[in-house]
T-cell receptor, first 116, second 110 residues
């Protein structure tokens, strides 16, 4: 079974803090994704990576950066956390691209971040 | 920009009733996926559709991809309490352009 783990289930940070969210997958997947999930808005793609050290912006990259130094690990960084970044953050991985999009995505349990 | 809307946003049904959620894209999709997220859980992949007009079944679930590849539907026959959750579609439009729908939250009343 594919396992995607995220470093924290719950996190509370203060405005202006630098926040690191870590994601690790154990199935040698090429592609990794960071989403945020907000009520009524579904899942919105922040960034994705299709290879080590490669990254692409998703729909809402502003205020975020990412790092992928190793294949199994994809980090999301909030350079200076703000209250509007309070959300559920979901990491996912997939093995292939199919017809221009990711094949089956496997999601981690999510990190619920509260920025005060 | 590209949008993928799902309707309804919420649906309450009595156990045993049927349920359908619709996914509509503003642009043509090369494929569509469906995910289910249980309350408190994370999205879990259900199925992928690629061909125009494609219909796939998984037990009580029927998935359809529209002829124009701009819409899709998920139909559940005779809902059970285990069907509770939020159902998301996710579509690809162009290379690396992948977007989730807004989701339909299903509640099944026993």
């Amino acid at each position: 079974d594919v396992k995607v783990t995220q470093s924290s289930r719950y996190l509370v940070k203060r405005t202006g803090e630098k926040v690191f969210l870590e994601c690790v997958q154990d199935m040698d997947h090429e592609n990794m994704f960071w989403y945020r999930q907000d009520p009524g808005l579904g899942l919105r793609l922040i960034y994705f990576s299709y290879d080590v050290k490669m990254k692409e912006k998703g729909d809402i990259p502003e205020g975020y950066s990412v790092s992928r130094e190793k294949k199994e690990r994809f980090s999301l960084i909030l350079e200076s956390a703000s209250t509007n970044q309070t959300s559920m953050y979901l990491c996912a991985s997939s093995l292939y691209w199919v017809a221009g999009g990711p094949e089956t995505q496997y999601f981690g349990p999510g990190t619920r971040l509260l920025v005060l | 920009g590209q949008q993928v809307m799902q309707i309804p946003q919420y649906q309450h049904v009595q156990e045993g009733e049927d349920f359908t959620t619709y996914c509509n894209s503003s642009t043509t999709l090369s494929n569509i996926q469906w995910y289910k997220q249980r309350p408190g859980g994370h999205p879990v992949f259900l199925i992928q559709l690629v061909k125009s007009g494609e219909v796939k079944k998984q037990k009580r679930l029927t998935f359809q991809f529209g002829e124009a590849k701009k819409n899709s539907s998920l139909h559940i026959t005779a809902t059970q309490t285990t069907d509770v959750g939020t159902y998301f579609c996710a579509g690809t439009s162009g290379t690396y352009k992948y977007i989730f729908g807004t989701g339909t939250r299903l509640k099944v009343l026993a």
